[in-house]
């Protein structure tokens, strides 16, 4: 069949899915978390002058843990909603969840520590829910397609290369399994130290490095072992890993144990030791307060600022998934059902903020899931409909160690970096904005201050080159010049936008041996019109046949 995702197998599917769950679930406990220190609903008076941010406030504390159950119940749920929506609707693997980066800029930055920002936290909710309304816009406009397809090609590739140093890095500091941190004289330094080592103002250590057992625990049965089974293309690898490792930390008393015997172990033991447990959202469940005024022009900047780092990080991240997964049409950069694509991840950013979370996006993680053959939809509803039924077992997913999926980040960051091949090398003008793409994405510790700097360069660069070449009148350019790739803010390719084909009564296309076959809304139950309109071969294609008659 002509729409059948070649070499894709249902049970294939449904692993590929479980992979990507148990790589991203961990975010069921830290997006709690980090959303947790804003304080949410709960009120700190303040009144006490030494104790301003509620620290040691017994009954503020009270409402943070009640907060904390509810933002495990609410990201389960919106990873779950999102996750099968997303799959159903596009059939396309990647699963979506609450991101990393973004709730930290909601928590730290818009609402602040304990509400100690400019904007409340049900303030912060509305901008989110406000962003999502005119992400769908931006997308049903093919504004947000636009972006993408203008996106030169090997920034494109530098972007999903980028993104897998990036998440190797998050592998590797102490979300995963704690080999690197912060350094003092250096960015980054060498960590592997015990907690009670970690000097808490710099996050480094002060002594014993690289004797943390749970460094090693994660590097031997995470990653040696499951790397040690994927070369025998053992299909259950990464879950294995992480099984182990996660079954290995739960006893108690050990020099592993998840659960430390201090009053936040006791809590997360106790929490642990229910197994099965349902707790319904209470306190952030549609909070959003709707008298903008009371922000003024913070709430305008928080809008504007999560809706300029979404439409980067959320845009490039989900079509460098779409582009690893196989599905992304070299003639047209695009994937299939893109705008639908977009439209939902929109329309679950505001729902997701409805459920008291910062905004929703594709997950990076999905990547784990695609490496180990996920091409479709199912992925994506399996992943889903696992985070659905986690919920009911939040103690558990709540209780995988970051030791135990830190290796799994890294393993995806190396199978992303397979596709640096594909970068144009052989010209700086392509070769150093997508170098300079790489790079930043790890060290900014953000995928779309990673792609701005690479399309700044790439415009300075590029702009600098045109213009002499211009004035020159062509005389003076650089010699690799016929090296360079092919670009054009011409980016709709073969097919116009939805709106643009409705005012010319060309809606709908179906696609017959090279070319595109128009259907008139009239037309459909009689034969289709053939207005032969070539397909044109891939931009690269095009380009190399000029060079070669050249």
């Not at 197998?9 to 679930?25: D, K, P, Q, S, V």
């Not at 002594?207 to 460094?215: E, K, Q």
């Not at 996920?374 to 696992?386: D, P, R, S, W, Y």
């Not at 709540?398 to 960051?413: D, E, F, K, M, Q």
Request: glycine share 10%.
């Amino acid at each position: 069949m002509p729409n059948e995702r070649q070499d894709s197998r249902f049970l294939t599917e449904i692993y590929a899915g479980l992979t990507t769950f148990f790589t991203m679930a961990y975010i069921i406990t830290v997006n709690a978390n980090i959303l947790t220190q804003s304080g949410g609903t709960c009120i700190c008076s303040g009144t006490d002058s030494n104790d301003p941010l509620c620290n040691n406030d017994a009954p503020y504390r009270r409402c943070l843990l009640g907060l904390n159950r509810d933002l495990i119940t609410a990201t389960a749920v919106i990873s779950g909603i999102g996750s099968i929506a997303f799959g159903f609707l596009t059939n396309l693997p990647v699963a979506l969840a609450p991101g990393m980066g973004l709730n930290a800029y909601f928590t730290f930055q818009v609402v602040g520590y304990h509400g100690s920002g400019a904007v409340s936290y049900r303030l912060a909710l509305t901008a989110v829910f406000i962003e999502g309304c005119i992400f769908v816009f931006l997308s049903l406009i093919g504004m947000r397609q636009w972006l993408v397809r203008i996106i030169p090609s090997s920034i494109k590739v530098a972007s999903g290369v980028g993104i897998g140093f990036f998440i190797s890095e998050i592998g590797m500091s102490y979300s995963g399994i704690g080999l690197i941190s912060g350094g003092v004289a250096t960015p980054t330094s060498i960590a592997g130290c015990p907690p009670q080592y970690l000097d808490p103002a710099s996050g480094t250590c002060t002594s014993h490095n690289m004797t943390n057992p749970t460094l090693w625990l994660g590097i031997l049965c995470g990653g040696v072992l499951t790397t040690y089974l994927m070369s025998y293309r053992v299909k259950s690898a990464i879950i294995i890993g992480i099984s182990l490792v996660s079954i290995l930390s739960w006893p108690r008393n050990t020099q592993i144990t998840f659960f430390p015997n201090t009053t936040e172990g006791n809590e997360m033991f106790s929490f642990f030791k229910q197994v099965v447990h349902f707790h319904p959202i209470s306190q952030i469940l549609s909070v959003q307060d709707w008298d903008i005024s009371r922000a003024g022009s913070h709430f305008v900047l928080a809008l504007f600022t999560f809706l300029y780092v979404d439409i980067i990080d959320a845009t490039a991240t989900l079509y460098s998934m779409a582009r690893f997964s196989g599905v992304v049409d070299p003639a047209t950069g695009d994937f299939p059902r893109s705008t639908l694509a977009y439209c939902t991840d929109a329309i679950i950013i505001s729902i997701g903020s409805l459920f008291g979370c910062s905004p929703v996006t594709a997950f990076i993680e999905s990547g784990a899931g695609i490496t180990v053959g996920g091409k479709t939809g199912l992925t994506a509803i399996t992943t889903g409909v696992c985070f659905l039924i986690s919920m009911f077992f939040a103690p558990i997913f709540s209780s995988i160690p970051p030791w135990a999926t830190g290796c799994t980040l890294i393993i995806v960051g190396y199978i992303m970096m397979r596709q640096v091949v594909s970068i144009n090398w052989g010209y700086i003008g392509d070769a150093l904005p997508a170098f300079i793409t790489i790079i930043t994405m790890p060290y900014s510790y953000s995928v779309a201050y990673g792609l701005i700097a690479g399309l700044f360069t790439y415009a300075i660069l590029n702009g600098l080159i045109w213009v002499t070449t211009v004035v020159s009148k062509g005389k003076v350019q650089p010699p690799d010049t016929d090296l360079r790739e092919y670009w054009t803010y011409k980016t709709w390719g073969r097919e116009l936008p939805w709106f643009v084909r409705l005012t010319q009564k060309k809606l709908w296309f179906r696609g017959e041996g090279g070319r595109w076959t128009e259907r008139m809304p009239s037309d459909a139950g009689t034969e289709s019109r053939d207005n032969d309109i070539s397909l044109k071969s891939g931009i690269t294609g095009i380009t190399a046949s000029a060079r070669a008659s050249n």
